[in-house]
């Protein structure tokens, strides 16, 4: 199968800035989409930011023009920069990658542990 570990998060002031990592690992056949989502207690997770094999990449609004993401497909490595932190911003962040494991050569969703973000005021 396919494993995804994150890493990258802690706590930062407002206006600072982190950079997420994630990388996959296992029996990769192919990756194709990758992205990051968040999610805080109580409330639905949310997509942050896609990125496709491609490069082609998208974010929801709120984060427009603060984060990036990127990908290092030699690498199987997602990236998300993160500036101008907002207190909102706070939230566990989990990686998302739709990859064909060599055993199944399936598509299939898969899902990092997550790694908690935390912007003080």
């Not at 709120?62 to 500036?83: C, P």
Request: proline share 2%.
């Amino acid at each position: 199968q396919v494993q995804l570990v994150e890493s990258g998060g802690g706590l930062v002031q407002a206006g600072g800035s982190l950079r997420l990592s994630c990388a996959a690992s296992g029996h990769i056949f192919r990756i194709n989409d990758m992205g990051w989502y968040r999610q805080v207690p109580g409330k639905q997770r949310e997509m942050v930011a896609g990125i496709t094999s491609g490069g082609s990449t998208n974010y929801v609004d709120s984060v427009k023009g603060r984060f990036t993401i990127s990908r290092d497909n030699a690498k199987n490595t997602v990236y998300l920069q993160m500036n101008s932190l907002k207190p909102e911003d706070t939230a566990t962040y989990y990686c998302n990658a739709e990859a064909i494991a060599t055993s199944t050569l399936r598509n299939r969703n898969y899902w990092g542990q997550g790694t908690q973000v935390t912007v003080s005021s």
